[in-house]
């Protein structure tokens, strides 16, 4: 028998057939940098660094080979190691912490299985759940924030994967180390909790959530954490987990097989040491958010709400007579992109990246005139 010859029909007609599941994602939405026109905007709608990158890192650019990078990051690895007191063997990399949440889901659930994270919670939780086949099951918020109990109350015997973002995008908010204890506490032994710490490093030490000190002490929790955000290194795609060495391993064995580059290898390593840029970004940022957050809540009673943030962004609630939608376009007016977030079920709110203090007082000032003219 030869290849099967199919009929003029059927060759124009067929065509290979994606699988339900996948067929069911709304592919992720990036943050924009460009106007309606396409003219370019200051972009405050993907949480990037507004001081780059430290000097170190675009110095150690030049360096890298151009060849295949290091299968294992193994200097990164030991590097990460050292500065979190974590043994390297216990640091999986990803392409962005990005890969690790959705291997973290495909190697954990499946076709049947549930995965819970909460209602605008991280929007490729609900990517990473359908991509394996698995169900996303979504938990009520409590005023926007994080509800252990609400996340709790819908562990069944189908449960396999838990996402918690700590502090939460796009909301900002933070669960304190108790709470996160106690929601590890009270889930069965075979559910992973994974606890994406993308902002972990904008958090003051002292308010720290203990989740790397849950990765290293049980068998059920993976830490992700991220070179794009305080970092400044979004462009080059580096992430890194910590968790048992089963669940190290189960990730090694699905990632890609070089799936960080030299050239990011080299940048976070060098990244890694310099914490007086690190340091300089949380300070930096703790500042700005503090003062925007102090003229927006100046403004009196204008209908709109900051919530409570520990990140780099923060997230406005307008719950007067000025909408999200008619401040998203008056911001681009005056020359930036924020991030207005309809597709998540947020209509009413704006996510704004903390940038330099100049462009925070324009945006403020923005705000306080649109929202007196709406009145
Ligand atoms: C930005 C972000 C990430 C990851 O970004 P990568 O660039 O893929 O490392 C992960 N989780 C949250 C909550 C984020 O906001």
């Known amino acids: 028998m030869g290849p099967p010859v199919m009929s003029e029909t059927e060759t124009r007609i067929k065509a290979p057939t994606p699988k339900p599941w996948i067929e069911a994602i709304h592919a992720y939405v990036p943050g924009k940098s460009k106007g309606k026109d396409g003219k370019p905007l200051?972009?405050?709608?993907?949480?990037?660094?507004?001081?780059?990158t430290s000097p170190a890192a675009l110095a150690a650019r030049?360096?890298?080979?151009?060849?295949?990078?290091?299968?294992?990051s193994t200097a990164l690895r030991t590097a990460i190691g050292a500065a979190h007191g974590i043994d390297p063997a216990r640091v999986v990399m990803g392409t962005?912490?990005?890969?690790?949440?959705?291997?973290?889901?495909?190697?954990?659930?499946?076709?049947?299985?549930?995965?819970?994270?909460?209602?605008?919670?991280?929007?490729?939780?609900?990517i990473?759940?359908?991509?394996?086949?698995?169900?996303?099951?979504?938990?009520?918020?409590?005023?926007?924030?994080?509800?252990?109990?609400?996340?709790?109350?819908?562990?069944?015997?189908?449960?396999?994967?838990?996402?918690?973002?700590?502090?939460?995008n796009?909301?900002?908010?933070?669960?304190p180390g108790g709470e996160i204890a106690r929601l590890h506490a009270a889930l069965p032994a075979d559910v992973l909790l994974v606890i994406d710490q993308a902002y972990g490093e904008y958090v003051a030490p002292e308010d720290d959530d203990g989740a790397l000190a849950l990765a290293a002490a049980h068998r059920n929790v993976l830490v992700t954490r991220t070179?794009?955000?305080?970092?400044?290194?979004?462009?080059?795609?580096?992430?890194?987990?910590?968790?048992?060495p089963g669940i190290v391993a189960t990730l090694n064995r699905i990632r890609g097989p070089f799936n960080v580059s030299a050239t990011?290898?080299?940048?976070?390593?060098?990244a890694l040491g310099d914490p007086a840029f690190v340091e300089a970004s949380r300070v930096h940022n703790r500042d700005?958010?503090?003062?925007?957050?102090?003229?927006?809540?100046?403004?009196?009673?204008?209908?709109?709400?900051?919530?409570?943030?520990?990140?780099?962004?923060?997230?406005?609630?307008?719950?007067?007579?000025?909408?999200?939608?008619?401040?998203?376009?008056?911001?681009?007016?005056?020359?930036?992109?924020?991030r207005w977030l309809p597709g998540q079920g947020l209509p009413q709110a704006l996510r704004i990246t903390i940038g330099k203090p100049k462009d925070m007082d324009v945006i403020a000032e923005a705000l306080r005139g649109m929202a007196e003219g709406a009145k």
């Open 170 to 175: 796009p909301t900002g908010s933070y669960l």
């Open 227 to 244: 070179f794009s955000k305080i970092f400044g290194l979004a462009g080059e795609r580096i992430g890194w987990g910590t968790g048992a």
């Open 288 to 338: 700005e958010r503090g003062r925007f957050v102090e003229q927006l809540e100046a403004l009196g009673n204008h209908g709109l709400r900051p919530l409570p943030s520990q990140a780099n962004f923060v997230l406005i609630l307008f719950e007067g007579a000025l909408t999200a939608e008619t401040a998203f376009d008056g911001l681009a007016d005056r020359g930036y992109i924020v």
């Open 128 to 168: 990473a759940a359908r991509r394996c086949g698995a169900t996303p099951v979504v938990a009520p918020d409590l005023d926007y924030g994080t509800d252990v109990d609400a996340l709790l109350a819908l562990v069944n015997d189908k449960t396999r994967v838990v996402f918690v973002a700590n502090p939460n």
């Open 62 to 72: 030049a360096q890298a080979p151009a060849l295949y990078p290091d299968p294992d």
């Open 42 to 52: 200051i972009k405050l709608s993907a949480n990037e660094n507004p001081l780059g």
């Open 264 to 270: 990011g290898q080299a940048m976070a390593l060098a």
């Open 96 to 126: 962005g912490s990005d890969e690790l949440l959705n291997l973290a889901a495909q190697g954990y659930a499946g076709l049947g299985d549930e995965v819970i994270y909460v209602r605008y919670g991280f929007s490729v939780y609900d």
